[in-house]
């Protein structure tokens, strides 16, 4: 969900400048356009790092002053779950999956025990979707999401349709270095160029106290890392909009096609760019963290192998075969709703969970903040479209 911030300042300009015109228009939402948006509450609400519920809460837009002038229109058909068999057994399956996959969203599995807070539930897990038999769980959810990958790894439809998703970016960084080493060919690496940038208030001895293997240490969200070991054939998802009008947005799938030393070539997997062959150079991107006394710049390609991807970087995506590693359950509203409703048929969801000891467990922590689904509910002009 897009934090109510942007949403207040789009309002401000379009009353800004079509006020001019007519003064009047400058006490009415939006100017008096209509603005349509499109949103699930149930998905993960705004991302504010290390933010408290209250302060995730007060940055959705159920808490902006616009709220009360938008009027709610539900849809009511699951679109991504459509069956391809139109026979009872098949639709009565897809039903059911798409009422399981609603009522986590909506916190309404019961819980298994009473755990830390009325936001937090332990739930069971089909045991459809469970895989059970493992003793080293990364290859062994490779193998069930990336079955054939020796023979289809160059197949850019195999590899469009599947991922590997994660709470945390650490475990994704794991899955997607394993699958890499599994390709043939050389992998080439490219290491960024990190420094602290010097702000008024810098300290002469910054240099001193935060040495480059500190600054190359350091990983954020959204945020490339210091070592990017690829080879050709390798899925890569952009982290920063490069070039909108050719299709180069944050989150767009390419397949890496050469490795140059000073950029890097690559295929558009999906989206209306689709094949289309591109160039991605080294940028330089910034990291603030409030743990952090200094901003870090990076100067990297702006880029992330994505076999697997954290579950908040697979909101937005379709595929047919998911695999949800729970090595550490979700932490935040909607994560767990967002990774099982990814997937367009029951079958292609596979999810292996982990206890606090690393052996198999059936049940995973769900969380959602039923604030947010009642002030969805407790507008009373619906209308169903
Ligand atoms: N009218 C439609 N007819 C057929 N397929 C559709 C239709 N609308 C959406 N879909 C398909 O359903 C899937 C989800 O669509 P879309 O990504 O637009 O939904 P969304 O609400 O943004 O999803 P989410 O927020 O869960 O990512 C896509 O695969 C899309 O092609």
């Not at 009565?92 to 025990?113: A, R, T």
């Amino acid at each position: 969900m897009t934090h109510r911030r942007a949403l207040e300042t789009l309002d401000r300009t379009l009353r800004d400048l079509l006020s001019v015109t007519n003064p009047e228009l400058r006490h009415i939402p939006f100017g008096g356009k209509v603005v349509v948006l499109g949103g699930d509450p149930r998905q993960i609400l705004p991302v504010i790092e290390n933010g408290t519920k209250n302060q995730i809460i007060d940055a959705a837009i159920i808490n902006s002053p616009l709220w009360s002038s938008i009027t709610i229109l539900i849809l009511h058909k699951n679109m991504r779950l459509q069956a391809t068999n139109s026979d009872a057994a098949s639709q009565k399956e897809l039903s059911d999956f798409s009422e399981w996959v609603l009522s986590i969203g909506e916190g309404n599995v019961p819980s298994q025990l009473p755990i830390d807070t009325p936001d937090e539930m332990l739930v069971p897990i089909p045991q459809d979707f469970l895989i059970k038999d493992y003793t080293e769980p990364i290859p062994t959810i490779v193998d069930s999401v990336y079955a054939d990958l020796a023979n289809q790894y160059k197949n850019v439809d195999y590899l469009k349709t599947r991922a590997i998703l994660c709470p945390k970016n650490d475990t994704v960084d794991e899955i997607n270095t394993y699958i890499v080493s599994l390709l043939p060919g050389e992998i080439k690496q490219y290491l960024s160029c990190d420094k602290v940038v010097k702000a008024p208030d810098s300290h002469e001895s910054y240099d001193i106290l935060y040495p480059i293997e500190l600054l190359n240490s350091l990983n954020g969200s959204n945020f490339p890392t210091h070592e990017l070991n690829l080879k050709v054939g390798v899925p890569i998802m952009l982290l920063r909009n490069l070039n909108q009008s050719i299709g180069l947005c944050n989150g767009t799938r390419l397949i890496v096609t050469a490795l140059g030393d000073m950029v890097i070539q690559a295929t558009i997997m999906s989206g209306s760019f689709v094949g289309h062959s591109v160039l991605i150079p080294r940028i330089r991107l910034t990291l603030k963290n409030h743990k952090l006394p200094f901003v870090l710049e990076r100067r990297q390609f702006p880029i992330r192998v994505c076999y697997a991807m954290t579950i908040n970087k697979s909101q937005g995506q379709t595929l047919a075969t998911v695999g949800i590693y729970l090595k550490t359950p979700v932490f935040t509203h909607g994560q767990l709703y967002v990774a099982i409703s990814r997937v367009t048929s029951k079958k292609g969801l596979k999810i292996l969970i982990e206890d606090d000891n690393g052996n198999y467990c059936d049940t995973t922590k769900n969380i959602v903040y039923r604030e947010v689904l009642a002030a969805m509910n407790c507008q009373t002009n619906y209308s169903a479209i």
